[in-house]
């Protein structure tokens, strides 16, 4: 057996290297080109072929040396970054205005790369194929997942089961959280544009007002998780977005909404995006308007499988001891890894980087984030025990 933990000493200082690089040229959801050429020429200087795949994004194969292959396991880190100005004051900062790698794909990808690496040059211990995917586009509909799938990620060799890792902020650098069963929601974009009779906010028995409208639909939806939706069933809508464009005198003739809705129960969900059209249009044509309500269906819900996730858990207890290993609760944020979820046995866990020494703690999607670069051993040693194990 070999010392994971020597062996990742080793390539640390490359992975940190990669990161970095990575870190300071971030490219938006299905922009990745620069992001992929970087990774194709790293497992290339691996001894590692790899592929296109999904325009942005790379799949590359390591097979076992002997004939005894049982399988295929696949490996997988985002590449994509978000529209957010950088301001977490470090030396390797984004080099693109307004772009960042606010959600830690940078992270994730040197992992990977590292990962790759050390699987290459102990292939020989191999018992089944490893495929790497590179994916981009996991932070924009209808995600890179989706998209990687229909073009055949999950065949040739066909995919037995799948494993990902995500920065955690809120969990200590050292240590990596599970939660088997169901674990992420489903994530749906809800667009609502009211549309009433603008004029002067001194005569409203003119008017239409489409605040008004808005205003209630807001307030009366909340109704539909706090009554209609089985207490049992995790629920969440919300509204981020009313744009009305008028003045202090002045009522406008539109009003818009945008909102998320999330769950983690299929049939509720259609249910609820029902019932969110017919209350809506309801409340708007009782009160004199009209409204477009549009909804775009997000990422499903994510599902860790209970026997994987098990044995990835005791596999990565054995590497980093039973103390490092963590419980997570449900999480209502959404991840397009859930699409893997739905087609092959899948693990999805995450990995601490926090450290309030270094101030690596904000959270993800925050201009101030960063992480403690320490975690990424954590998460090439996770890696390899699973690999290995």
């Known amino acids: 057996m070999m010392n994971i933990a020597e062996l990742v000493d080793q390539i640390y200082d490359e992975v940190v290297t990669n990161r970095r690089y990575i870190h300071q040229h971030p490219e938006l959801s299905f922009e990745e080109f620069g992001t992929a050429a970087f990774v194709k020429q790293k497992l290339a200087s691996y001894g590692i072929e790899s592929t296109a795949i999904g325009n942005t994004g790379v799949v590359a194969l390591i097979h076992p040396t002997n004939s005894t292959n049982q399988g295929c396991i696949a490996l997988r880190a985002d590449l994509d970054a978000l529209p957010i100005q950088e301001q977490s004051g470090v030396s390797f900062s984004s080099e693109n205005p307004g772009v960042m790698h606010a959600c830690g794909h940078d992270v994730h990808t040197a992992i990977l790369l590292g990962t790759a690496q050390l699987i290459q040059s102990n292939r020989h211990l191999l018992k089944k194929s490893i495929k790497l995917i590179f994916q981009p586009g996991e932070e924009k509909l209808p995600g890179g997942a989706s998209i990687l799938i229909q073009e055949g990620v999950l065949e040739n060799p066909k995919v037995d089961e799948i494993v990902a890792l995500h920065v955690f902020p809120e969990l200590e650098s050292g240590k990596v959280g599970f939660k088997s069963g169901m674990y992420m929601a489903s994530c749906d974009e809800i667009y609502m ?30 109704q539909i998780v706090s009554r209609a939706c089985d ?17 202090t005198n002045v009522i406008p003739d539109n009003a ?53 996730t098990s044995h990835v858990r ?32 899948a693990c999805f866990f995450r990995l601490g980087t926090r450290n309030e020494l270094i101030g ?30």
Not at 261 to 283: P, S, V
């Open 193 to 222: 544009t009211v549309k009433g009779k603008g004029g002067h906010g001194a005569m409203p028995h003119q008017v239409i007002d489409p605040i008004l409208i808005a205003s209630q639909i807001v307030v009366q939806l909340q």
């Open 231 to 247: 207490p049992k069933i995790p629920c969440v809508l919300s509204f981020g977005h009313f744009e009305a464009i008028g003045a």
């Open 256 to 308: 818009v909404l945008k909102g998320t809705f999330r769950t983690m129960d299929e049939t509720w969900r259609a249910k609820a995006h029902q019932l969110i059209h017919e209350q809506a249009t309801g409340i708007a044509k009782s009160m004199g308007g009209q409204i477009d309500v549009k909804i775009d269906v997000g990422y499903p819900y994510l599902e860790n499988n209970e026997s994987l």
């Open 314 to 345: 005791t596999a990565i207890q054995t590497t980093l001891g039973n103390d490092n290993v963590v419980d997570l609760p449900i999480r209502m944020t959404a991840e397009d890894f859930s699409y893997y979820s739905q087609v092959v046995p």
């Open 360 to 389: 690596a703690v904000h959270g993800v999607h925050n201009s101030q984030f960063k992480i403690d670069e320490n975690a990424m051993k954590i998460g090439i040693s996770s890696f390899l025990s699973i690999v290995f194990n």
